[in-house]
T-cell receptor, first 111, second 114 residues
């Protein structure tokens, strides 16, 4: 079982729609959760962090965390073609020094 | 302010050779992590250093080593290169040592092993 699992996609949504990206993790001791965006040929960029159960909103992005289900999601509202990228879910254990990344979900937003 | 800088950006080596990759963190960041990313996969954790000490190591062979210098810059060394070492090597800095995945990545060093 992989430590962080994501559907590789591609996920294709029309412009203006909501894109929903999901991630599960295996270590119940995990305490910090992150979403990174990686454009083709570029390095990952942090877009959201979430540390407690529930929702966290930042602009068009909402991160959702359910520790009981070991599930993290990212919603992108009013999706734009510029949102087309690979979205990486990352998890860090409390007291741990390593952040583990999933394989990423490719998102395509069609104009 | 300058972000994380890595050098070289691209390099080609042959099997059996050695490579050194360099990273300068964001000013004020004392933690540096190294990741390997092969095409189609997420970054794989190699090392984390904080205050010049190794704080975490991923599941990589002993051919991989790293160090951090007093100015918090870091080097990743890979000996006896294999074809499978071809990848993008990412350096990331962070403000804190532990309990953080808030990483700031450099643009990476793309290594091709022939």
């Amino acid at each position: 079982q992989k430590e962080v699992e994501q559907n590789s996609g591609p996920l294709s949504v029309p412009e203006g729609a909501i894109a929903s990206l999901n991630c599960t993790y295996s270590d119940r001791g995990s305490q910090s959760f992150f979403w990174y965006r990686q454009y083709s040929g570029k390095s990952p960029e942090l877009i959201m962090s979430i540390y407690s159960n529930g929702d966290k909103e930042d602009g068009r992005f909402t991160a959702q965390l359910n520790k009981a289900s070991q599930y993290v999601s990212l919603l992108i509202r009013d999706s734009q073609p510029s949102d087309s990228a690979t979205y990486l879910c990352a998890v860090n254990k409390g007291g741990g020094f390593k952040t583990i990344f999933g394989a990423g979900t490719r998102l395509f937003v069609k104009a | 302010d300058a972000g994380v800088t890595q050098s070289p950006t691209h390099l080609i080596k042959t099997r059996g050779q050695h490579v050194t990759l360099r990273c300068s963190p964001i000013s004020g960041h004392k933690s540096v992590s190294w990741y390997q990313q092969v095409l189609g996969q997420g970054p794989q954790f190699i090392f984390q250093y904080y205050e010049k000490e190794e704080r975490g190591r991923g599941n990589f062979p002993d051919r991989f080593s790293a160090r951090q210098f007093p100015n918090y810059s870091s080097e990743l060394n890979v000996n006896a290169l294999l074809l499978g070492d071809s990848a993008l090597y990412l350096c990331a800095s962070s403000l804190r040592a532990a309990n953080t995945g808030e990483l700031f990545f450099g643009e990476g060093s793309r290594l091709t092993v022939l």
